[in-house]
């Protein structure tokens, strides 16, 4: 087996630029924090979706591994939920 052995000529700057991860996807950073948590809770409706729908077609052990999936999202979704509440209580 060959071991990577690391390049004695590469400088450190450029050894960290290869482990950063790459930057197609970014969030502004001057997107409020609300906003963030409306678009992470319409991410997890999305996936709360697929994941039912997918167990529709699947039965046995993979079945309720989908309707263990579907159940993580849906608390994912109740947290951010609650978060949400607590940024903008209803009056």
Do not use: W
């Amino acid at each position: 087996m060959i071991k990577d052995s690391p390049d004695p000529s590469a400088s450190e700057s450029e050894k960290l630029v290869s482990h950063r991860p790459c930057p197609i996807f970014t969030i502004r950073p001057d997107v409020d924090s609300e906003t963030l948590l409306v678009h992470a809770y319409e991410t997890l409706a999305s996936a709360n979706v697929m994941a039912t729908e997918l167990s529709s077609f699947l039965s046995g052990p993979t079945c309720n591994l989908a309707l263990g999936i579907q159940q993580m999202i849906v608390l994912a979704q109740l947290s951010v939920n609650r978060v949400l509440d607590q940024l903008d209580p209803q009056q």
